[in-house]
Each structure stands twice: as C-alpha cells, then as structure tokens.
C-alpha cells in the first residue's frame, strides 16, 4: 500500500516523510482495531515513523511488540467499566498509562504529532503535555460521546454536560479533525467551532486486498438451510435484544426453523444475552462466537446469506457510520437494519429498512430477503461495487495524507514563528 508522490521530474517522494506520529487509542487493541490500524500502516507507507499506544486484549497480551515496522505499545486496563465509579477508574488508569508510554516514546522512538482516538474524550490531556513542546494535536473522532451517553442511559444531566464540555475542550485543542463521516463533520463544525478546512472526512473503508470472502462453513450453519450474521459490540445501544426479539417472532410465531443466527464479537451486554436467549428457549438458533480471528470473522460472514444491523434509531446511531456496514457490502451481502441517516447513506440499495425499533418490522424484513435469493444477489452486487469504487481504504488515503499536511504545515509555520520570535527578542536585548 504504497503512498507516493510524483514530482514534475517523475521523481518518487513520500509525503510524510521524515515525521514522527503517536497514535492514542484507548478502547480497542491494535491491529484488532482495523480503522485504526489501516490509518497507522498508511501514514508509516507515506513515510512516516509510527508507535501506537493501546490497551492489552484477548490475543493482543504483548505489552510491546514492532509489527510491519509499526511500534505497538500496550498497556493493561483494569476492568470492562460499568456505571461511573468504573469508568473513573478505567479512564484514571487508561490516561496514567498512556502519560507513562507516551513520554517513554518520546525519548525512544520520538513524535511530533499526536493521532487521539475517542472514546473516551480525554486525550487532549495527554496532548496538553506535549503542545508545550511544539507537538501538534490531530483529533481522529470516532464517537460522539454525549449522545452515547444519552443512548446508554436515556437522560443527560451532569455527566452528559461533563461530556459535552470534554468534547469542545478536545476539538479546540486538536489543530485538525478528522471526522468519519459528513455528520460528524457537521458537528466539528457546530459544536466544535473548527473551520471547514481543518475538518477532513475519512471514512472506515475496509481494505479489499485483506477484507475478501473465505470459504463457507456448514459448521455455523448447524444444520439448517440459511444463515443471518451480526458482527459487532454487543451493548445497550447495538439494539441486539432487538434481534433476539427478532428471531423469537420468526421461530416461535412465524414457526420457521431453517434460520441459524450467528453473534459475533463482545461487550457488556454479553451475559445479559445469552440468558435471555436460553429463557426464550433460542439456545439452538442463535450461535454467539464471542470475539474472534479476521479469519473467522470472515467465515462467518461468508456463511451469511443475509446480514443485520439491529442499532437502534436513536440521535447517536443515526449520525454514526458502523464499520460492519461497510464490511457487510465488502463481501457482497444484502443487509437488514433500522432506518438511521448514516446507515442509509453508507448502504443505499444494499439494504432494507425496517420500521425504527420495531422488531417484528425487522423480522418481517429477513424472512422476505431470505425469500428472494435474486433480490439478495442484486443487492449484494450494488454493495460490493459501492465499496469497490467508492468507500474502500484507498478512496480514504488522499485525505488522511491531507489532514496530516494540513497539520504539518501549520506546526511548520509556528516553529519558524516562534525561532523568530526568540531571535528578535535576542536581538532586542
């Protein structure tokens, strides 16, 4: 994935190079984080030297490790947080380690940019230390927050005003934004108070070279004629209690058993799910994997006849892309999910949409795409050739590369700023 400029002579230059990048990612392992870790390989192909922190997870227990010539550090985290004494004592340690790491990095590998990735909204702290220095900030905005919040716990109040003010203190101290969609931009610009032109959308398109189809596997199909896959975070706000409820209506009402559903991934709700599942006498007809390889990811996808996005309608699912989206139409597969401005705009004709948080609607939707094997072709074509001309990582690297020249630039211009500074100051004296 090399990322080249061609100088009017017809030579080879990279962008980035010679710049020194720390990456800050508080709530994925890297490279399980597959946005993260196709932004980091990117910048260290335009030339750029890249160290990554990040917390320890399942199959990522390395506390450091160099991985195509990337710097990988990782730090434990104490629990999963629930409710807010958790969280203070997550973030607490997240943002400890990640001031120890950080200036660790400096004197080893060094940095002149910091890439923070939200959740949570705190990197700016760790960011202050080093604008001091002449580093420069680049905000990478994932989440936003202040509606996950409200979507977590259905209120506002103190902590979602605490959250509210955290995220403008990131976007005023990041010098660019990179925003993964046009309403995340939107925001930047509202409630962030940044210009347009220091706002750049990168979009998490999967890489084609590395995202195909493997071979099906009968084992996940249990025996059964279909299969509908979920890949993702299992929480309240995913809506997966919705899909339960889904294949309640489709195997106990509509009296169909030839439909396996496959559960991939992890998260809070976990163990919630599974035991209403086995109340509902599901157990044979939902298959949660927990979190697994790419490689078995894959397969689980490719085994899907039919795959699903039970989020529901609410202000931070609609104005957030989901990456499962993306990936879904990679592999050519129709999708069902609710009506969200971004999943519409994302999937277009890949998908059906059900009624908002209705799961009879979303039911309903399955069994009619499951019904249609030439509808689900056709929509599988128009998803995968989206992705292919439109959405997949390559489409995404001119405006990374942008984002970070735009930054540079502006680093530039405050250095030579200051040297003058001090130089007619010395003179003066």
């Not at 249990?222 to 919705?242: C, F, S, T």
């Amino acid at each position: 994935m090399a990322v080249l400029n061609i100088t009017a002579e017809g030579v080879c230059t990279l962008p980035l190079a010679n710049r020194k990048i720390l990456i800050i990612v508080e709530n994925l392992p890297v490279p399980f984080d597959r946005r993260v870790w196709q932004e980091a390989r990117t910048l260290k192909d335009a030339g750029a030297l890249v160290s990554v922190i990040c917390p320890t997870g399942k199959g990522f227990e390395k506390r450091y490790e160099e991985i195509e010539g990337i710097h990988v550090y990782r730090h434990p985290l104490p629990l999963d947080a629930s409710g807010f004494k958790g969280y203070v004592i997550e973030y607490s340690a997240a943002l400890f380690w990640e001031t120890v790491l950080a200036w660790k990095i400096l004197f080893k590998h060094g940095f002149d940019t910091i890439h923070g990735c939200n959740p949570p909204d705190l990197i700016f702290l760790i960011a202050w230390q080093f604008k001091l220095l002449g580093r420069t900030f680049i905000f990478d905005h994932h989440d936003i927050n202040p509606e996950l919040y409200e979507a977590k716990y259905e209120k506002r109040g103190f902590l979602w005003q605490m959250m509210r003010a955290l995220e403008w203190l990131t976007f005023k101290s990041a010098r660019v934004v990179i925003s993964t969609n046009e309403s995340y931009r939107e925001i930047a610009e509202t409630r962030g108070g940044k210009r347009k032109d220091d706002i750049f959308v990168v979009r998490s398109g999967p890489d084609l070279s590395r995202f195909v189809a493997v071979a099906p596997s009968d084992r996940l199909r249990n025996g059964r004629k279909h299969v509908v896959g979920y890949v993702g975070v299992m929480g309240a706000q995913e809506g997966v209690d919705l899909l339960v409820e889904s294949v309640r209506h489709i195997v106990h009402t509509l009296d169909r058993h030839d439909i396996q559903f496959v559960l991939v991934g992890g998260g809070p709700s976990v163990k919630s799910l599974v035991a209403e599942v086995e109340r509902l006498g599901l157990n044979d007809y939902i298959t949660f994997t927990g979190r697994v390889s790419d490689h078995e990811l894959l397969e689980a996808l490719s085994t899907s006849d039919v795959c699903v996005n039970p989020d529901r309608v609410n202000p931070m699912n609609d104005k957030s892309t989901m990456n499962k989206i993306i990936e879904y139409m990679a592999l050519g597969k129709p999708i069902v999910q609710f009506d969200v401005t971004e999943g519409r705009r994302s999937a277009e004709h890949a998908s059906l949409y059900a009624k908002a948080n209705d799961p009879i609607d979303f039911a309903e939707k399955i069994i009619e795409l499951l019904g249609n094997p030439q509808e689900r072709a056709r929509m599988g074509d128009f998803g995968r050739q989206r992705v292919a001309t439109q959405l997949a990582w390559p489409y995404q690297i001119d405006n990374l590369i942008a984002a970070y020249q735009k930054a540079v630039s502006a680093r530039s211009l405050t250095t030579r700023f200051r040297a003058s500074f001090v130089t007619n100051r010395a003179r003066s004296g």
